[in-house]
């Protein structure tokens, strides 16, 4: 069993930037990607992009082009999903999700909120 | 990219079947078996019932299946249960090396 752990709530203001972390305590990545998926309030799941862990790899999807960065430090089994110049749209859970091997979105973080509010 | 479409709601008494049905186009659904299923109740994060369009991971109940035809999948819950009421979203890998989910489906178990 896959865990996927990651960092807690933010609260952030407009305009700031905020940073993601999603782990597999006891598991690597390097076979894998991690997706990124948010979820505003009320809404429905919304694809963010992937990241190839062991060769730093990305592909985002176009709503978030220039404005999100996924990376990851391999050396502590961690991924990162980065998104600047937030507004209350953005406002969402984000959740990560293992991907890319014989069962694609098998495993699932807990998902972090982040709140963006004045 | 555009979301799949997706009924808003489907809602079946218990032991009924009910069909979800997930239309998309010729660059995402129509092209590829990389189609998925998820199960999400409020609150959680969601969970991966049907993967490549109609394979079931370990422990997922065999009432739940999977298809195609052309642009659209479809999800049948046969045997309706109360814990299967939920959000349910399809989602799709695309031509473009993406991934798009479904406008999301609201079930309802009467």
């Known amino acids: 069993q896959v865990q996927l752990v990651q960092s807690g709530a933010e609260v952030k203001k407009p305009g700031a930037s905020v940073k993601v972390s999603c782990k597999a305590p006891?598991?690597?990545?390097?076979?894998?990607?991690l997706h990124w998926v948010r979820q505003a309030p009320g809404q429905g799941l919304e694809w963010m992009g992937w990241i190839k862990p062991n060769s730093g790899g990305t592909k985002y999807a176009q709503n978030f082009q220039g404005r999100v960065t996924m990376t990851r430090d391999s050396s502590i089994n961690t991924a990162y999903m980065e998104l600047d110049r937030l507004t209350s749209d953005d406002t969402a859970v984000y959740f990560c999700a293992r991907g890319g091997g014989d069962i694609d979105f098998d495993y699932w973080g807990q998902g972090t909120l982040v709140t963006v509010s004045s | 990219q555009s979301a799949l479409t997706q009924p808003a709601s489907v809602s079946g008494s218990p032991g009924q079947s009910i069909t979800i049905s997930c239309t998309g186009t010729n660059s995402d659904v129509g092209n590829y078996n990389f189609i998925s299923w998820f199960q999400q109740h409020p609150g959680k994060a969601p969970k991966l019932m049907i993967y490549d369009v109609s394979n079931r991971p370990s422990g997922v109940s065999n009432r739940f299946s999977g298809s195609k035809s052309g642009n659209t999948a479809s999800l049948t819950i046969s045997g309706l249960q109360a814990e299967d009421e939920a959000d349910y979203y399809c989602?799709?890998?695309?031509?473009?090396?993406?991934?798009?989910f479904g406008t999301g489906t609201k079930v309802t178990v009467l």
């Open positions: 006891g598991h690597t990545f390097s076979d894998y990607f």
């Open positions: 989602n799709s890998y695309t031509s473009r090396n993406t991934y798009v």
